[in-house]
């Protein structure tokens, strides 16, 4: 089933190389759009998986006048992407079971998705 949503290779500048995907993700049951993003761990804490859903959501919010909210289902324990998700602007909604496995549920809705530009306008 096509969607018009997928994620995109995350391609580091400096080499070249490839050193992940992140982008969007849903399917049939899912809690909705989803931002994703999934990087090598070597290239961890470089700002990759930020700036690649921040383009992903400026993106879908854009294209989709309809979409209320976008989220990202993230184990708990993952507390590397429940970082990511904050940067983002997204909170904690609910717990969902998905895949045989408790996620927490993080959103950010369309009223409250802040671009990079008015982020950096309003905080300098």
């Known amino acids: ?3 018009g949503v997928g994620p995109w290779s995350v391609v580091e500048k400096a080499s070249g190389q490839l ?3 992140a982008g969007l993700w849903t399917e049939p049951g899912w809690p909705g759009i989803e931002a994703v993003w999934f990087l090598r ?3 961890w ?6 700036e690649a859903a921040t383009a992903a959501l400026t993106w879908v919010f854009a294209q989709r006048p309809d979409l209320t909210e976008v989220v990202s289902v993230i184990v708990p324990a993952n507390a590397a992407s429940v970082r990511v998700a904050e940067r983002l602007g997204m909170a904690y909604v609910r717990s969902e079971f998905l895949h045989d496995e408790a996620h927490a549920v993080y959103a950010v809705s369309r ?3 802040v671009t990079p530009t008015t982020r950096q ?3 300098g």
């Open 41 to 43: 761990r070597d290239r």
């Open 111 to 113: 009223a409250g998705w």
């Open 19 to 21: 050193v992940g995907q």
């Open 1 to 3: 089933m096509l969607t």
């Open 121 to 123: 306008q309003a905080y």
């Open 45 to 50: 804490g470089r700002g990759y998986a930020t």
